[in-house]
């Protein structure tokens, strides 16, 4: 069975089902993103359901992300301490927002800042990003392409992880 949710006010597309309706699917839906002005990347999560039920979440790099200016965000990572991944999410997103000058931040974006510094990522990235606003309240999450850091978790990146 597959299915497809798609969200344009967000730019999200959810979708269920084998490789070629997913594919499908997203290249029927790709004009409707095409009017975007701010270059930001549309979020695309595909989930594949295993033989127990878990649905496996796959996320994209994105090749157009400069992370080297201006401080390289493998520098910035190797100067604070972020045991965890609560904490990794909102070092990415500082950085992002805050040093890369990023705006309309996405999933994408940190799968690439996981992926850029080799650290541990979550197993379910979007579900700990949600963890990281509700829990702790260092991000804002209210659209999952337009992540924030909080004055908390401002905060949290400049005084308590050095």
Known sequence: ???????VQN????I???EAF???????????????HQNSETEV?????????????SYSIVKTLNLSS????????KTKKAPSALERNTLFIYYLEKIAGIQNIGLNHIYTCYKETNAKMPKALRQSLLDTA??????ITKKMTDIRISTRG?????????
């Open 134 to 139: 509700s829990k702790k309240g260092w991000l």
């Open 70 to 77: 201006p401080q390289s965000l493998m520098e910035f990572y």
């Open 22 to 36: 997913i594919q499908d699917t997203y290249n029927k839906s790709k004009p409707l993103f095409e009017n975007d």
């Open 16 to 18: 269920e089902g084998s």
């Open 45 to 57: 999560i595909t989930k594949r359901q295993h033989r127990n039920g878990i649905f496996k979440e």
């Open 11 to 14: 730019k999200l597309i959810e």
């Open 1 to 7: 069975m597959a299915r497809l949710k798609i969200d």
């Open 154 to 162: 401002e905060y949290l990146v400049e005084h308590e992880l050095a």
